[in-house]
């Protein structure tokens, strides 16, 4: 299978090794409680982004894109800008009841966004190499939720100290910084908004 892979492929796997990395240095972080290993994650996900970038551009240059091209991008997005920002926030200390509400609601999003993407892609690019427009916000625009979770380390305040605190609501605990997550899930599954693609 390696064989059939394109370029633009191993780029592609770039993109979903610095999600898995960044996933086992929150991991790390909770294990150690060593503040770089969170940063370190936090680190990864802009990286992420470069991979997620390139992949397309050499896909274009060298005319070599397939429908397990697109797949597998959209997969490594799940977790470089899925997974792994809901796993640096659950890291960084939004870990009540409610926090873990929205984190998954949050991923499910993003999944729910990318299947869209990849249905209708065909249909938005109407014949041209490239889809014109998003219908809702990229996942990559968790990259702007995971720069606020590394500024929060970089201040040292996570856990209890994580910024507008934690209240409680019924049964469990919420951070309301977690409430960003809910607008970007929310916003990825929009209809109404339309971003051009660059």
């Not at 059939?4 to 999600?19: E, I, M």
């Not at 150690?32 to 240059?61: K, N």
């Not at 959209?74 to 977790?79: E, P, Q, R």
Request: aromatic fraction near 8%.
């Amino acid at each position: 299978m390696i064989r059939g892979f394109h370029l633009a492929d191993f780029l592609t796997l770039g993109n979903a090794a610095c999600g898995v990395i960044a996933i086992f240095a929150v991991m790390a972080y909770v294990e150690t409680r060593d503040l770089r290993r969170l940063l370190a994650a936090a680190a990864l996900i802009p990286l992420a982004l470069v991979f997620d970038a390139l992949d397309g551009r050499v896909a274009r240059s060298r005319r070599k894109h397939s429908d397990m091209g697109r797949e597998l991008d959209s997969l490594a997005d799940v977790i470089s800008f899925g997974v792994a920002p809901a796993a640096i926030a659950y890291g960084a200390g939004m870990t009540g009841l409610w926090d873990i509400a929205i984190l998954v609601y949050f991923v499910a999003c993003g999944v729910s966004r990318l299947a869209r993407f990849n249905v209708t892609a065909e249909r938005l690019s109407a014949g041209a190499d490239k889809v014109k427009y998003f219908e809702g916000t990229p996942i990559t625009s968790s990259l702007v939720l995971v720069a606020v979770v590394a500024a929060s380390v970089w201040l040292e305040r996570v856990g209890d100290a994580l910024p507008f605190g934690a209240v409680s609501v019924g049964p469990g605990h919420l951070h309301p910084l977690t409430l960003l997550w809910a607008l970007s899930g929310s916003l990825m599954i929009s209809k109404t908004i339309r971003i051009p693609k660059l």
